[in-house]
């Protein structure tokens, strides 16, 4: 009896420790926004989990990046883009910055030729 309590105290132990990974942006103002409090956008010519900008458009629209040992979990999910980088996705959209937005709060890129838009929860 006490060698199961025992192993029972410590399975309650080890999924207390069990954490969900922090997500890798927030929700300020009804938009998803980067660790920076930057606007992240989606783009309508992206396909779930897969993106479909890179060269001139990556440099306008850095990608929000996944670090190495970056794990997915809930509605975020992490892409390999091209280039063999990491990228983060929400609900299978990867997220971008856009780089004329200067200050937190910008979402300038909101709309921009009709194909990219604020990323909303």
Sequence with gaps: MRTRLAALTLAAALSACATTPPAPASVVNGVLVGPNQMTLYTFDKDSAGKSMCS???????????????????????????????RQWAY???????????????????????????????
Excluded: E, M, Q
Excluded at 56 to 74: E, Q, T
Excluded at 91 to 109: I, Q, V
């Design 91 to 121: 609900k299978g959209k990867p997220l971008y910055f856009w780089s004329k937005d200067a200050k937190p709060g910008d979402r300038s890129g909101d709309g921009f030729n009709k194909v990219w838009h604020s990323a909303t929860p």
């Design 55 to 85: 060269g001139p458009c990556i440099a306008n629209w850095p990608a929000l990046k996944a670090a190495d040992d970056a794990k997915a979990s809930g509605d975020w999910s992490i892409i390999s883009r091209d280039d063999g980088s």
